[in-house]
T-cell receptor, first 114, second 117 residues
Framework: AQTVTQSQPEMSVQEAETVTLSCTYD???????LFWYKQPPSRQMILVIR??????QNATENRFSVNFQKAAKSFSLKISDSQLGDTAMYFC???????????FGAGTRLTVKP | SAVISQKPSRDICQRGTSLTIQCQVD?????MFWYRQQPGQSLTLIAT?????????ESGFVIDKFPISRPNLTFSTLTVSNMSPEDSSIYLC??????????????FGQGTRLTVV
């Protein structure tokens, strides 16, 4: 079974600074997908970024980037130039290839301070 | 990406009653899923809603408690039956992000916040 671990229950960062959220996972699969979702107080789950395991290049989406270390089974999220609107719960998620049920980590509550 | 409408957005229900949550998608999608998010917790998959057949339930979830319908490729319902306070959670509908294809991530509805009193 796949497990996803987020070891940081809470994080905070000053506005405009950079923060990194950690995620590790356990799987015997070789091909899979990894995701970071953001859940603001509105509770809407918003896809932030995704990474295909077969791609060596780290995914980037504007201020969001990942550090994907396949051998170490690590998938951290870096948020640059943090904004107040980035305040939310962030969930790391794993999904096997061609199997859409996603496994989520416990989440990290990020607070961006003015 | 698909637009997902979930109703109701919230409800307060008496224990012992049932609530049906609806999920409507603006395009045909292959896969629809139902998740539960208990207070302060992460998301847990309840079941995969299969069009034209019974839903596939995850360990710990049963059809009698969480009956699911999927009459077509754009609509699904989840019923929380014989509710107790322990069922108080956010229930989220999700669909695969690429219609007709699988394995590339999911989009979520806005969720239904259920409180059982």
């Amino acid at each position: 079974a796949q497990t996803v671990t987020q070891s940081q229950p809470e994080m905070s960062v000053q506005e405009a600074e950079t923060v990194t959220l950690s995620c590790t996972y356990d799987t015997s699969e070789n091909n899979y997908y990894l995701f970071w979702y953001k859940q603001p107080p509105s509770r809407q789950m918003i896809l932030v970024i995704r990474q295909e395991a077969y791609k060596q290049q780290n995914a980037t989406e504007n201020r969001f980037s990942v550090n994907f270390q396949k051998a170490a089974k690590s998938f951290s999220l870096k948020i640059s130039d943090s904004q107040l609107g980035d305040t939310a719960m962030y969930f790391c998620a794993f999904m096997k290839l061609n199997n859409n049920d996603m496994r989520f980590g416990a989440g990290t509550r990020l607070t961006v301070k003015p | 990406s698909a637009v997902i409408s979930q109703k109701p957005s919230r409800d307060i229900c008496q224990r012992g009653t049932s609530l049906t949550i609806q999920c409507q998608v603006d395009s045909q999608v292959t896969m629809m899923f139902w998740y539960r998010q208990q207070p302060g917790q992460s998301l847990t998959l309840i079941a995969t809603a299969n069009q034209g057949s019974e839903a596939t339930y995850e360990s710990g979830f049963v059809i009698d408690k969480f009956p699911i319908s999927r009459p077509n490729l754009t609509f699904s319902t989840l019923t929380v039956s014989n509710m107790s306070p322990e069922d108080s959670s956010i229930y989220l509908c999700s669909v695969d992000s690429i219609p007709g294809q699988g394995g590339y991530g999911v989009n979520f509805g806005q969720g239904t916040r259920l409180t059982v009193v």
